[in-house]
């Protein structure tokens, strides 16, 4: 692949990390500040996790984007920025649109619909990024680079959740959706400014001569039929099956746990909404970097699926702690230590399946199965959410720890049937038959 070697691998990362962190911002806003500002009027916990479960589904249904993204295109200006630049403005566009309705948090169905649609937007930047980054970065460099992505998102999500969370609690709803829209509208200039390759515009240009674009050279699968073909071999494997089912079960009880603990711990053992949104919205997020970064490192000294273990394994104990301590739990002491171990463990043991998912990934759809794995991560995440009024309702909370425990655990024996090697040794690296530049004209977004 071309790389467009006038531009600087540091703007490349750079841009590329703080688009990251845009997609962070939303999700902590939700996650943690609007959760702490509805438990604190008294929402019930159902309710809050049905609001909490809305940012999870269309991040569960982002592997629709992949194809169109691959297919479909602006050319003149790059094959990803488009979509980058689009998607950044509806989601200010629809967090807007939250500022014209009065009393936003008191009509609790329209505040899910608008929580949907900015996470819709959101999960359309992200699935370009990837693709972005697939693009750009060579090979040596994903590693690392995915480091500092990661990472810029749980930057995104102090921002969204702890910095925004004080936003709400002391200057109102309205304020705090107003500096995330300013926030999201800064980051703007930075996919505005950026150029995949040589010669693609900053804006549209029409009627005008410009010099062609590299982007407009570039190979794509012929069809959208040949993608999700390509995509069907992939998953006819054992191993990609299995790992789907990993991914899709994998986050349940982290997520029901994010939602029915606070409210415990707030409602029953006395905490106010300020010390929790200290504990979860500040130290965690600099705990789960923490997490990611040493299952990124793990993973590549030991490998994936070991590592997956290992998390699997450490992170059902750390229920299990929750459950022996109970005793403790009006020591915040003892609450504060278990829950940013819960944070690392839980970072920990992403990093670890983006690992093994990204070995499992056919070269030829690397990026739209990949996407598919991420999607199935937020089936899980909405799952859990939806869950944690049920489990707080059918379990004493010793009990429900016990029961996450036990969850965790069983995860082991589907990745012990994972083969990291299945897939390249199967289909090997496989090929994309590629339309010819002057074919794909009258497919573009132009």
Same mark, same amino acid.
């Given at each position: ?49 049905? +609001? ?9 249904? #982002?592997?629709?984007?992949? &194809? ?34 009065? =009393? ?5 169905? $329209? ?14 930047? =992200? ?10 970065? &060579? ?23 702890? !910095? ?16 995330? !829209? ?6 703007? @200039? ?53 790992? @789907? ?20 711990? /707030?409602? /029953?053992?006395?905490?106010?909404? +300020? ?9 965690? +997020? ?15 000294? !030991?490998?994936? #699926?070991?590592?997956? *273990?290992?998390? $699997? ?13 109970? =005793?403790?739990?009006?020591? #915040? ?6 829950? %940013? ?7 920990? %043991? ?9 070995? $499992?990934?056919? &070269? ?21 959410? #939806?869950?944690?009024? &049920?489990?707080? @309702? ?23 049937? !994972? ?7 199967? $289909?090997?690296?496989?090929? *994309? ?14």
């Amino acid at each position: 692949m071309n790389f467009y070697l006038n531009q600087s691998r540091r703007w490349r990362l750079t841009t590329l990390c703080v688009l990251y962190s845009a997609q962070g911002i939303p999700d902590g806003f939700v996650r943690i500040a609007l959760k702490v500002y509805l438990i604190g009027k008294g929402v019930p916990t159902e309710s809050v996790g049905n +609001v909490i479960a809305m940012v999870s589904w269309p991040w569960a249904m #982002k592997w629709v984007w992949g &194809p169109f993204i691959d297919r479909f295109e602006y050319l003149p200006m790059g094959r990803r920025r488009p979509w980058i630049l689009m998607a950044q403005v509806m989601m200010a566009l629809t967090l807007g649109a939250m500022l014209l309705v009065p =009393d936003l948090a008191s009509n609790m169905r $329209l505040l899910s619909l608008m929580v949907l649609l900015v996470n819709i937007c959101a999960s359309l930047q =992200d699935v370009s990024v990837d693709a972005l980054a697939i693009d750009l970065l &060579p090979e040596r460099e994903r590693g690392i680079a995915n480091g500092f992505m990661y990472g810029s998102n749980y930057a995104g999500s102090f921002f969204g959740g702890a !910095i925004l969370g004080q936003c709400i609690l002391l200057y109102g709803f309205p304020t705090a959706v107003t500096a995330q !829209i300013v926030v999201l509208l800064c980051i703007l @200039a930075f996919p505005l400014f950026l150029r995949e390759r040589p010669g693609d515009l900053f804006l549209p240009r029409i009627g005008k001569q410009r010099t062609a674009s590299l982007s407009e050279e570039e190979a794509r699968p012929s069809s959208l039929g040949q993608l999700f073909g390509l995509l069907f071999k992939a998953f006819s494997l054992r191993s990609p099956q299995l790992a @789907a089912v990993l991914a899709a079960l994998s986050l349940i009880t982290v997520n029901s746990h994010l939602v029915f603990w606070p409210a415990h711990v /707030q409602r /029953q053992i006395g905490w106010t909404d +300020v010390e929790w949104l200290h504990l979860e919205g500040r130290l965690s +997020v600099w705990f789960g970097l923490a997490g990611s970064l040493a299952g990124g490192i793990l993973a590549s000294a !030991i490998g994936a #699926k070991r590592t997956v *273990i290992v998390s $699997l394994v450490a992170l059902s104990a750390c229920w299990f702690a929750y459950a022996l301590t109970e =005793d403790s739990w009006d020591n #915040k002491t003892t609450i504060t230590v278990l829950f %940013l171990a819960e944070s690392t463990l839980a970072a920990f %043991l992403q990093v670890s399946m983006f690992a093994l998912f990204m070995g $499992l990934c056919w &070269p030829p759809i690397a990026a739209t199965q990949f996407t598919t794995f991420m999607a199935l991560l937020n089936v899980s995440n909405g799952l859990g959410a #939806k869950l944690a009024g &049920p489990i707080e @309702a059918t379990f004493g909370m010793g009990s429900a720890h016990v029961a996450l425990g036990c969850v965790q655990l069983a995860l082991v024996a589907i990745v012990l049937a !994972i083969d990291p090697n299945e897939v390249r040794q199967t $289909l090997g690296d496989g090929e *994309i038959v590629a339309e010819s530049p002057a074919s794909r004209e009258t497919n573009t977004l132009e």
